[in-house]
């Protein structure tokens, strides 16, 4: 356990934007904070980077030294912001020195770290005519630059291009097990590329957390498509057994059932009552509906 948190909450004024959580985050993890605008995500990540005081709860860091846990925390924050009149390197050289690099070490660290994030020939070139993929990359190598244990990143992708988007999740993902890793999102499809483990936050409420594959799993639900020569809606009506179904047109529904053997048994059903059954699929839902389904709860 690197992370443990117990009713971690934080109110703005009024406005509570974060109700008490409690969780905890294994060493080596690597986790997607999923959620909404305003779910909170923000305010969670900044509170654990020791960048926002918390109205209450705990926060206890193993693994990590006493003292000013900061130094061990790398923080990339949503919209990260830099001295234009600065060059790449002049920036990784604050960064560093902020981070108690040691100064024989900074420069073959600043090389190393650009090269990763691939800025190497944008060294010398000052942050002002740098594109937003650039910055982006600037600031995951701000928030390596120490080798951190722990890797907090806000939205690193959002702002991205689909091929920069790839370019920093492969980053990310070569980063997976040199330290933990947690970073946020709103897309669901950026947490399955990186991360075993989500956490989904709706309304500053943690909804879900687990493994992905077990997120499926668990909101797990079974369709079965069912086409009839004619008359699908009456043919249904005579089964006292269904309740939850959709009909397409004529002939085309949609039953939702628990198991498999439902499905079985709804067919005999309909052959009995004499229903010429032209097509019968189970399908499955995807992830992506059993997180909607998450953020309906
Ligand atoms: N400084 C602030 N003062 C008042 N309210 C705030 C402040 N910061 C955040 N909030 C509120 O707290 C809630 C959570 O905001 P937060 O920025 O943590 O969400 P988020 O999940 O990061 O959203 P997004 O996806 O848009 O980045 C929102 O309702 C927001 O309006
Ligand atoms: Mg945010």
Redesign the pocket.
């Known amino acids: 356990m690197i992370i443990e948190v117990k009713k971690l909450s ?1 109110k ?2 009024e ?1 509570t ?2 109700h008490p959580l409690t969780f905890s985050i294994n060493k080596g993890s690597c986790v997607a904070v999923l ?12 509170m654990l980077a020791g960048l926002l005081t918390p109205t209450s709860g705990r926060i206890n860091f193993s693994h990590l030294s006493k003292g000013d846990m900061r130094s061990e925390i790398g923080f990339l924050p ?1 919209h990260p912001s830099f001295f234009n009149w600065m060059t790449a390197s002049e920036f990784l050289q604050l960064s560093g020195q902020l981070a108690h690099i040691r100064k024989n070490e900074l420069h073959a660290k600043i090389d190393e770290v650009l090269n990763f994030v691939g800025l190497t020939s944008a060294k010398k070139k000052k942050i002002a005519g740098f594109s937003g993929g650039m910055r982006q990359r600037l600031g995951l190598a701000q928030a390596i630059i120490h080798e951190p244990k722990l890797l907090i990143l ?2 690193p992708v959002s702002a991205l291009d689909p091929q920069g988007r790839r370019d920093v999740l492969q980053l990310i993902q070569s980063l997976k097990g040199k330290m933990t890793i947690l970073f ?1 999102t ?1 897309i669901l499809h950026d947490a399955e590329q990186v991360c075993d483990d989500i956490f989904i ?1 709706k309304e ?1 409420q943690l909804k879900w957390q687990g493994k992905l594959d077990d997120l499926q799993e668990e909101q797990h639900s079974i369709n079965l498509k069912l086409t009839v020569e004619r008359n699908v809606a009456q043919h249904l009506d005579h089964l006292s057994t269904i309740n939850d179904y959709r009909i397409v047109d004529d002939t085309t529904a949609f039953i939702h059932i628990q198991h498999q053997t439902e499905g079985t048994q709804i067919l005999s059903a309909l052959l009995k009552n004499g229903a010429v059954v032209t097509h019968y699929e189970l399908v499955k839902e995807s992830l992506e509906d059993a997180y909607l389904k998450v953020m309906e709860l």
């Open positions: 934080k703005y004024k406005q934007a974060v959620g909404p605008n305003g779910a909170g995500k923000t305010t969670t990540l900044q949503q806000d939205e946020s709103h936050l500053g």
